[in-house]
């Protein structure tokens, strides 16, 4: 079975300019949720959506946006890209949200934006 | 913001030794996670415990936690080359992760062949 898929590998953007990434779950999950990793750190948590709704969201600002379509792939957007936004983005997988007692997250190999 | 901090920042070590990593954290969890990462790509989960549970094992793996220092700590033993990678501890909060998982900064382990 195919793990979590991610597009593109890598992407070169300038400042200002705005950015789709795409993420398709295993199949049979539910639940998607959107990282960012900036060099040198862990990931931090930006959205995670659950049958097609936001169920959480991380301390990022309005220019960072997402939605998941009906057949639970996500897509995770970013509006008047800044310098600082250059990452490796992560999606992960999982088979519900909401309560994690059992949830082990499954991640994708990850989108490398650089922000020029 | 980062959950906690895992140490050391980085740890180099002969193969076939036996590699400790520390995890702090700061809020009451739900459970916590430990995940591997090679070379800046995709994360792969590598063992949970829940806040009830003291210690579990996963084949050469060896996970601690202690919720009343709110830290944990990540054995592997007999470490080979493979095993060369960066180790996170993420944290599922009390409140049932709808934050999502709150990862530290990481610990970067070099295993010498």
């Known amino acids: 079975d195919a793990g979590v898929t991610q597009s593109p590998t890598h992407l070169i953007k300038t400042r200002g300019q705005h950015v789709t990434l795409r993420c398709s779950p295993i199949?049979?999950?539910?639940?998607v949720s959107w990282y960012q990793q900036v060099l040198g750190q862990g990931p931090q948590f930006i959205f995670q959506?659950?049958?097609?709704?936001?169920?959480g969201r991380g301390n990022f600002p309005d220019r960072f946006s997402a939605r998941q379509f009906p057949n639970y792939s996500s897509e995770l957007n970013v509006n008047a890209l800044l310098l600082g936004d250059s990452a490796l983005y992560l999606c992960?997988?999982?088979?519900?949200?909401?309560?994690?007692?059992?949830?082990?997250?499954?991640f994708g190999p990850g989108t490398r934006l650089t922000v020029l | 913001s980062q959950q906690g901090e895992e140490d050391p920042q980085a740890l180099s070590i002969q193969e076939g030794e036996n590699a400790t990593m520390n995890c702090s954290y700061k809020?009451?969890?739900?459970?916590l996670q430990w995940y591997r990462q090679n070379s800046g790509r995709g994360l792969v989960h590598l063992i949970l415990?829940?806040?009830?549970?003291r210690e579990k094992h996963s084949g050469r793996l060896r996970v601690t936690l202690d919720t009343s220092k709110k830290s944990s700590s990540l054995l592997i033993t007999a470490s080979r080359a493979a095993d060369t990678a960066s180790y996170f501890c993420?944290?599922?909060?009390?409140?049932?992760?709808?934050?999502?998982?709150?990862f530290g900064k990481g610990t970067h382990l070099i295993i010498q062949p």
């Open positions: 809020t009451s969890i739900n459970n």
């Open positions: 993420a944290t599922v909060d009390s409140g049932g992760g709808a934050d999502g998982l709150t």
């Open positions: 992960a997988s999982s088979l519900v949200g909401g309560t994690w007692l059992h949830n082990e997250q499954f």
């Open positions: 415990i829940r806040s009830n549970e």
């Open positions: 959506y659950y049958e097609k709704e936001e169920r």
């Open positions: 199949s049979g999950h539910k639940s």
